[in-house]
């Protein structure tokens, strides 16, 4: 199944696809917009082109698990992505992605403005490897 990732953010929201093998997850780009309307207008838009039969939204999670108003703005982000695209919506817990998505942009020696540019859609790749290894461990359990 082919499914687009999302990690939603103030400035920019970063999109991330897997083949549909779900062996492999790829950047799919960022989107720089702050109304949240056209965001997810413009989300629906490129999961569509993606060929996307599922989205998953990463849910930023505080450190000791509860829900703040950014996990709720997500919850309510993937409502809207639901009602526009007619996809099921998933959420997994983002918990340390951008972190993660610095060290390997470290790794790489991506700095300054390129790294501004793609951090984002790292942190959705890392939202989609998650999301899928979940999914892998659930089939290899029934």
């Not at 687009?4 to 083949?19: N, Q, Y």
């Not at 989107?31 to 838009?45: C, F, P, T, Y």
């Not at 998953?56 to 982000?77: F, I, K, T």
């Not at 951090?119 to 939202?127: G, H, P, R, W, Y």
Request: aromatic share 2%.
């Amino acid at each position: 199944m082919i499914i687009v990732g999302v990690d939603l953010g103030h400035a920019r929201t970063g999109l991330a696809v897997c083949d549909k093998a779900e062996l492999l997850a790829s950047p799919l780009g960022v989107i720089a917009q702050r109304n949240w309307d056209r965001l997810a207008e413009q989300i629906v838009e490129e999961a569509r082109r993606a060929g996307a039969e599922a989205l998953v939204v990463g849910l930023p999670r505080n450190m000791d698990g509860s829900e703040g108003e950014s996990a709720q703005l997500a919850r309510e982000m993937g409502q809207r992505l639901a009602a526009l695209s007619g996809l099921p919506v998933d959420f997994l817990d983002e918990r340390g992605t951008t972190l993660t998505a610095h060290g390997y942009l470290n790794e790489t020696n991506t700095r300054g403005k390129k790294r501004k540019a793609v951090v984002d859609a790292v942190a959705a790749v890392i939202i989609l490897e998650d999301y899928l290894r979940g999914r892998k461990n659930r089939a290899g359990e029934t």
